[in-house]
């Protein structure tokens, strides 16, 4: 099997030997796959940057099995950049296409959802609307969409003014009365904080804010509860808005 012009992102890389390269690689087509850059140690600083993480890459790969070679690798564009805060978060959003996607299986509008966020965070911009705009997309192409527009017993739309329990794998449910909040696995969360994380649109503080306990919750469930290794360094980061992600 031979592939070429391949659009892709390396995800992360190992050191293989000597002088090769172990590389995770989330290609538009063909998804997630791993690949062996032969010699790739031995590559110029120059020629290496284009095995880093982040880049928008075409490239093409040669080999059957579980680790096909890497035959070529050029750049699409001029290296993206990113640092501080927003290469954290870089870092957890491929931890997540690393820990949650199957190999050899194509998420195209995924891949582009990808390509969007990196470019949105290495312009600074709204990094954490970023943030929770790529988790739905990505619980959605994995076939986990939240349920955000409808009530779960009786379908009826979402009421911005109302209050609702949000479990995850069900969906949410309107809170009646005081009676209610008992059931420890819900996410207590404002009507109108469902229909902005639909909508994709975080212009109050208090959506953005239980949007990302929603989200906390949902990658918690599909992750079987295993921390996220990325968190460990967001700990580190003394006054941001990432600073309680875990």
């Known amino acids: 099997m031979r592939v070429s012009q391949q659009p892709a992102y390396i995800l992360h890389h190992y050191s293989y030997g000597e002088t090769s390269l172990l590389l995770e690689v989330f290609s538009r087509e063909y ?16 020629q290496r940057v284009w095995l880093e993480a982040f880049q928008p890459l075409l490239i093409g790969w040669s080999g059957r099995g579980e680790l096909p070679v890497l035959s070529a690798a050029e750049l699409v564009s001029d290296t993206v950049s990113l640092e501080g805060e927003a290469l954290y978060c870089a870092f957890y959003l491929n931890e997540l296409l690393l ?11 995924l891949y582009d959802a990808y390509g969007k966020a990196l470019h ?28 955000l527009e409808s009530e779960m017993v009786n379908n009826s739309p979402i009421d911005p003014e109302a209050t609702y329990e949000y479990v ?47 989200m906390r919750a949902a990658l918690r469930h599909y992750l079987a509860g295993k921390p996220i290794n990325t968190r460990k360094l967001f700990r580190n980061m003394k006054d941001t808005p990432l600073g309680d992600l875990d």
């Not at 998804?31 to 120059?46: E, H, I, P, S, V």
């Open 120 to 147: 949105a965070l290495a312009n600074s911009q709204q990094i954490e609307d970023t943030l929770r705009v790529f988790e739905k997309r990505l619980l959605q192409e994995l076939g986990y969409g939240l349920v």
């Open 168 to 214: 995850v794998n069900r969906g949410p449910m309107r809170v009646i009365d005081d009676e209610q909040g008992r059931n420890t696995e819900a996410i207590v969360i404002q009507g109108s904080s469902l229909i902005a994380l639909a909508q994709e649109t975080f212009s109050d503080p208090l959506a953005l804010q239980q949007s990302k306990t929603l």
């Open 31 to 46: 998804g997630r796959l791993g690949l062996l850059a032969k010699g790739a140690r031995r590559m110029r600083q120059r």
């Open 99 to 109: 820990r949650l996607l199957h190999r050899h299986d194509p998420h195209q509008a």
